[in-house]
């Protein structure tokens, strides 16, 4: 799903060591794993956006969050076990760099000096696996995450809806692929549009309720 390094990984200095010439030295590690755990969050919203997009409008089936949960579930999963491989890596490249006082070779080719920020490496590798596990086991998160998920890709769709009618003008009875964005405009009227409206309503009616003068409600005799 995610390829390569692992997800807010910092790059290597450009002399192969994870210092670089001016001395920049990786941030505190709270301060990584917020960031790799809010990368890793974007790419799994990524992921169950285009999973729902193909589940609901090119499978033409019904968007439901019980169904796509686990999938989301699992998304947090696979990607928390990348960061976990990651700082196995980390922690392999730290024993290997033990006790090696040479020149680098490579980009990879870390030595004694670098023990340091490979250590630090691991740990923000392992405390953005900690998160997205705690994330993938907490229900409320999950459904946040379809919920974000689901708003992007409806929100994908409406945005292809108004660029066809904008630029094609095209009718009913002339557009080939209209029955089927049909549905996917009913699915974001049903599922977004609706909800919100109905959020936006409760908003009003508890912002009125608060501001009411509770001797105004009482009914003149």
Known sequence: MCGG??????PPGADGTLESRGGARMGKTADAVAEGVSIASAAARL????????????????????????????????????????AALARTQRKRAWGKFTDSDGTHDYRDRDM???????RQ??????????????????????????????????????????????RPDVDPDYEMMRGARMQ????????????????????ENAGADPAEEVPAE
Do not use: C
């Open 116 to 122: 340091r920020n490979l250590r630090k490496r691991e």
């Open 125 to 170: 590798y392992r405390g953005v696996a900690k998160e997205l596990r705690a994330r993938a086991d907490d229900a409320n998160a999950v459904r946040e995450l379809v919920e974000e998920a689901r708003d992007a890709a409806w929100g994908d769709v409406e945005a292809n809806l108004q660029r066809r009618l904008k630029v094609e003008g095209m």
């Open 5 to 10: 390094s692992a997800l807010g990984a910092p």
């Open 47 to 86: 992921s169950v956006r285009n999973h729902i997009l193909v589940a609901t409008i090119a499978n033409d089936e019904t968007f439901d969050l019980a169904q796509i949960s686990p999938f989301a579930r699992e998304t947090l999963l696979s990607l928390a076990k990348e960061q976990e491989d990651a």
């Open 188 to 207: 974001a009227l049903r599922l977004v549009d609706l909800p919100r409206l109905s959020a936006h309503r409760r908003t009003l009616a508890r912002s």
